[in-house]
């Protein structure tokens, strides 16, 4: 996989006004009011890069669907993206919420650089656009999964996996994200082994599939071999099914 690159996320408490600006045909079903008429919402940026962002807002955001948003930080920057609900937890009766920017113009990019190096000038810069290269030998653990914008989930689901040698074995899960897993594994899989996954789902006949590459795996006493997983591309829909099982 060559470098692995990690983004630096910009923290903040910035207030700002999100907008959904084009509701696509899917979200008609699972928002109507929105779909039918523009509307202004008021919100907090909890943090933010160019790949995403996490925020706070009394509204509850239609989920599974694309959404085509604007998000006004200031008076005079608003950027422009369709998204992707990453993750969405309820705390206190807020809706804290995972955007992924699934399409976002360098030119909107630029304006976030451009924000948080005006209004947060003492923020580390970390590359925005091109993040943080980390050692390819890199172990994975807190400090790598710190950097995503896919919030990590430490659940445990049955595994299978295969790889491209034919070598099949079992695993389980002790986290899980859109862009990564965990698996517990009684053998050490080599890094850069490229799986095939097939996830449980709890309650269902027809597993999650996936395919990813190994980048790190170190021996625990308690748990065998633990892995980590970089997935080829992320894996939403999959990741939504397992956590609502």
């Known amino acids: 996989m060559g470098q692995r690159r990690r983004l630096a996320r910009w923290q903040m408490n910035q207030a700002a006004i999100l907008k959904l600006e084009k509701a696509p045909s899917q979200a008609e079903v699972a928002w109507p009011l929105m779909a039918r008429a523009t509307k202004e919402i008021l919100c907090q940026i909890r ?32 950027i422009a993206a369709e998204i992707w609900i ?7 009766g807020v809706n804290h919420y995972g955007f992924c920017f699934n399409k976002i113009a360098d030119a909107d990019k630029e304006k976030i650089y451009r ?16 993040g943080a290269v980390g050692d390819e030998n890199e172990e994975g653990g807190d400090d790598l999964n710190d950097h995503r914008v896919f919030e990590r989930f430490r659940k445990q689901f049955s595994a299978r996996f295969m790889g491209l040698n ?8 002790f986290d899980v994200s859109a862009k990564g897993l ?13 799986l095939e996954i097939w996830l449980d789902v709890p309650g269902s006949t027809d597993p999650v599939y996936t395919r990813g590459q190994v980048v790190w795996s170190r021996l625990s006493e308690v748990m065998g071999w633990q892995t980590g997983v970089e997935l080829e591309r992320a894996d939403l829909m999959g990741i939504s099914r397992l956590l609502r099982a």
Request: hydrophobic content about 35%; charged content about 25%.
């Open 47 to 78: 943090d933010i890069n160019c790949v995403g962002a996490r925020i706070t807002l009394n509204t509850k955001l239609p989920e599974d669907v694309a959404l085509n948003i604007s998000l006004r930080i200031s008076e005079n920057c608003t």
């Open 86 to 92: 990453a993750w969405h937890k309820v705390v206190n």
């Open 115 to 130: 924000f948080i190096d005006m209004f947060y000038p003492n923020e580390p810069q970390h590359e925005l656009l091109l």
């Open 166 to 173: 034919g070598k099949e074995g079992e695993a389980q899960t």
């Open 182 to 194: 965990g698996l517990s594994t009684t053998d050490e899989l080599e890094t850069k082994t490229s």
